[in-house]
């Protein structure tokens, strides 16, 4: 058995859908939404941005540059911050008792915006962490494997000891080279079930 759980959030935890940002944008912008659905992609801005190397303004007015669009940042905010669904309920109920019985931390690529997002929106699903590895306050993303070492060293344990479950193909394999027990789950029902096998 593991001696820490290290979850992903966004996919993992809480419900994401990226369509929902496009759309608040193209509204706030009154375009079609596909020029952001064709043209978004994850830049070395937006990588800048998820190790806390430039702010939130400077990104969108480097994406206001690729899309060729001038909405105040307040829009943009907007639209990011509308990725949210709904934590998964199935996974969320089971981590009081994971808590418990494992160290359990979260480990995401994220930023500052979604991160004050997350947090004042769900409390609740996120107060059993026991600590929250966020890409922008610890300077390294997935799915390099010496971030995954790092959060290690951070919380003492060896990656063999450690279970991890991100939604990325990319990001398991970044933790199957750290050495991590590394399992590659998106659906909300099985990744509840995988938890649950670990309290059997």
Not at 67 to 72: A, K, N, R, V, Y
Not at 189 to 198: M, N, S, V
Request: charged residues 20%; contains cysteine; proline residues 4%.
């Amino acid at each position: 058995m593991p001696k820490a759980i290290l979850l992903d959030l966004g996919g993992i935890v809480l419900g994401i859908n990226v369509a929902q940002v496009f759309r608040t944008w193209a509204t706030r912008a009154g375009v079609a939404t596909e020029r952001f659905e064709r043209r978004w992609v994850m830049d070395e801005a937006y990588e800048l941005h998820e190790i806390g190397a430039i702010d939130f303004a400077e990104y969108v007015r480097r994406q206001g540059q690729h899309f060729g669009i001038d909405m105040p940042l307040s829009d943009w905010q907007d639209g990011w911050n509308a990725i949210w669904t709904k934590p998964y309920v199935k996974v969320v109920a089971l981590l009081p008792e994971l808590a418990q019985r494992y160290d359990l931390f979260a480990f995401s690529n994220t930023n500052a915006v979604h991160a004050e997002s997350f947090y004042s929106r769900y409390p609740a699903a996120l107060a059993h962490f026991h600590r929250m590895f966020l890409s922008h306050e610890v300077g390294a993303r997935k799915p390099h494997p010496a971030a995954f070492i790092q959060v290690c060293e951070q919380i003492n344990t060896p990656p063999e000891d450690v279970f991890f479950i991100d939604d990325s193909a990319a990001n398991i394999e970044g933790a199957l080279k750290a050495g991590l027990d590394a399992h590659h789950l998106y659906k909300e029902q099985d990744i509840a079930a995988k938890l649950r096998g670990l309290l059997d």
